[in-house]
C-alpha cells in the first residue's frame, strides 16, 4: 500500500520535474516508510539524500499537502546500509578528520555554532597567526591579547576561531558566562531596552559576562548611544578579568565614524589581518565539510574545486551542488562529474555575459577609459585594449564578426579580423599577455 500511494505521487508531481529535476530525481529514488493522519516518513537511501531533501523540506512539504489536500508534515530518514564492506572502500577516500561536534545546549544558549571549533578549523601560511593567537587566548582568557581582534574579508574564518576561543572556555568551565553577538544583534537589542525601559537588564546580561564576542563590529560605529553602551560594557568585563573577542571587515584604523576612545580600546589588544585562504586552505575546507555531511570525496576532486572556486564562502555550497549530481549516479563525486559541473557553470556563465561586461572589465584592466575604445583613437595602448575585447568578444561570447564591429563602431569586419588575429597570435610567445587575458576571463567567467 505504501509503495502505491508514493507511485501515485511521484506521478501526480510530474509537472514539478522542469522546475526542481534534481529534488525531482532525488524523490523518485526514496520511497514511504511510513504514513499517519499528520505525517509522513520518507526513507532516503543515504546520508546525502537525506541531506539534500531536508534542505528542500519546504518544498517537499507543498508537493505532499498539495498531493493529500491538507498540511502534511515530513520526516526524513536513511536507510541503513547493507553493504558494510563498501562503506568501508569509501570512507578510506575521506580524509582523516573524525571531529563532528555535537550539538550542545550550552552552545546554543550562548549564541554559538556547534559546528566551530578548533578541531575542524583549517589552518595555513594565510591563517596560522591569528589560530595561534586565539588558541592562546581559548587557554588563558582575559590574559592574553585582550581584546582578540580579528578582520579580514568574506569567508576568511573570523566568526569560526571567535566562536572556537568561546567553545574551548566553555569546555573547561561550563559555569562560565559566554555571549556571541552580531554588531546588529547588540544595536538592536540595545534599542529595544531603551523603548522598553529595560537597559538594567540589558546591562546585566552583557556587563557580567566572561567571555564576549561581537561579531561585525563595525557596524556600531557611528551610532553614539550604542557606542557609549559599548564602551561602558568592554570596560566591565575586561576590568572584571573577562575577554573580549572581536571580528570586523576592517581594522580599527579603517573603521569610519568610531569613536576614538573604542578605536583606542580596541588597539589595545592583539590585531590580526587574516588573509583570504590559498588554494590548499581552500583543499582543505573542502575536504572537511565533505567529512562533516558525509560525503566521500577524494583529494583531486578537492583540488579541483579549490582551483576553480576562490571564493571561500562558496565552496560548500559547490561541493554540494556536484554532489546532487553525482547523487543521482552512484553517490560518489569524481573527477569527470566535477569537470562536466565546472564546464556546465561556464557556459551558463559566459550566457550571462554582455559585450559591456567584456569592455568594463578590460578597460578597468589596462585604465583605459570606456569612451576610449570606440573612438577613433589609435594609440598603442587604446589599440591593443580594443583588440583584446575583439578577441574576446569573439573568443568567449562568440559574436559575428559585424557585430563587433557594430559594438566598437568599427568600419567593417575586416578590423575585427585583423584585430582577433593579432592577439591570437602574441599568445603563441608572449607569456605575459596570455596571463593578463586569463586575468581578465576569470574576472568574469569565475
Known sequence: MLEEVWNDFINSSKSAQNESPVLFSLLKQSKLNKLTEKKITIECKNSGVNFFLSKNSQRVKKLLSSFFGKKIEVEFVTQKSKNKKHKKTSEKTIPLINYNPPINDLLLKSGLNPMFSFENFAVSSTNQIAYAAAKAVADNPGKTYNPLFLYGGVGVGKTHLAQAVSRHVLEKKPNARVFFSPGDQFTNELIESIKNKTTQKFRRKYRKLSVLIIDDVQFIAGKRA?????????????????????????????????????????????????????????????????????????????????????????????????????????????????????????????????????????????????????????????????????????????????????????????????????????????????????????????
Open 226 to 446: 550604542v557606542q557609549e553602551e559599548f564602551f561602558h560594557t568592554f570596560n566591565s568585563i575586561v576590568s572584571s578579568g573577562g575577554q573580549i573577542i572581536l571580528t570586523s571587515d576592517k581594522s580599527p584604523s579603517e573603521i569610519k565614524n568610531l569613536e576614538d576612545r573604542l578605536r583606542s580600546r580596541f588597539s589595545g589588544g592583539l590585531i590580526i589581518d587574516i588573509q583570504p585562504p590559498d588554494f590548499e586552505l581552500r583543499t582543505a575546507i573542502i575536504l572537511i565539510k565533505a567529512r562533516q555531511k558525509n560525503i566521500p570525496v577524494d583529494i583531486e576532486v578537492a583540488k579541483m574545486i579549490a582551483e576553480k572556486t576562490t571564493d571561500a564562502r562558496s565552496l560548500e555550497g559547490v561541493l554540494l551542488s556536484i554532489y546532487a549530481r553525482a547523487i543521482s549516479t552512484n553517490g560518489y563525486i569524481n573527477q569527470e562529474i566535477t569537470k562536466s559541473f565546472f564546464n556546465q557553470m561556464r557556459q551558463k556563465k559566459i550566457q550571462q555575459i554582455t559585450p559591456k561586461d567584456v569592455i568594463e572589465n578590460v578597460c578597468l584592466f589596462y585604465n583605459v577609459k570606456k569612451g576610449q575604445i570606440k573612438s577613433p583613437d589609435r594609440t598603442e595602448r587604446v589599440a591593443f585594449a580594443r583588440q583584446v575585447i575583439m578577441f574576446l568578444l569573439r573568443t568567449h561570447l562568440n559574436l559575428k564578426l559585424e557585430e563587433i564591429a557594430r559594438i566598437l563602431k568599427r568600419k567593417d569586419h575586416t578590423t575585427i579580423i585583423y584585430g582577433v588575429n593579432k592577439i591570437k597570435n602574441r599568445l603563441l610567445y608572449n607569456s605575459n599577455i596570455k596571463n593578463e587575458i586569463d586575468k581578465i576571463s576569470k574576472s568574469f567567467l569565475f
